[in-house]
């Protein structure tokens, strides 16, 4: 079984992600960190190479991640590709959204291309808050929980899903 984490950049999807694999006995796999292994930062990749040439890497990890299984933590950006968004059918999708006011504190470490700040944040999400919707089965605000009782939360509806012990 495959269970995939989507949402906006810094709502926890890779922190949250790991515990979530730790609770259930599960590979955990990151592609935005699979893409650092092989190409280098993620901004460096869109300053030199562009958000398309990017896209392009991304979705050949995704292809992988989803071939091995697990947990599996995508760039909030993943889902915006069709060939992805088809990919999600018989996966458990994950939604972790949050406050712009929450996620404030995450930004500005210059990791994140695409949102510099709150307001950049806020249109993305913005932008992709129904495709977000339309692809989870399951959602969760991380805003103001501690990421271990939102690991806990999410590792039981797994559970619940799988019918099993898992």
Known sequence: MTVVIIGPPAAGKTRIG??????????????????QAGH???????????????REIERTEVVQALK?????????????????????????????????????ARLGNAKRPLVPDVEAWQKVVDARRELYDELADFSVDTSHHR???IAEEVAAWIRTQLGEHV
Request: aromatic share 6%; proline share 4%; with cysteine.
């Open 18 to 35: 790991r515990r979530v694999a730790k609770l259930l006995d599960m590979t955990f796999t990151d592609t935005d960190k699979q893409i």
């Open 147 to 149: 990421a271990d009782d």
């Open 40 to 54: 280098g930062p993620i901004p460096a990749i869109f300053e030199t190479q562009g958000e398309a040439r990017f």
């Open 68 to 104: 091995e299984g697990g947990v599996v933590s995508f760039g909030g950006g993943a889902v915006l590709n069709p060939a992805t968004q088809r990919d999600l059918d018989g996966c458990l999708v994950v939604l972790f959204t949050c406050t712009a006011e929450a996620v404030s």
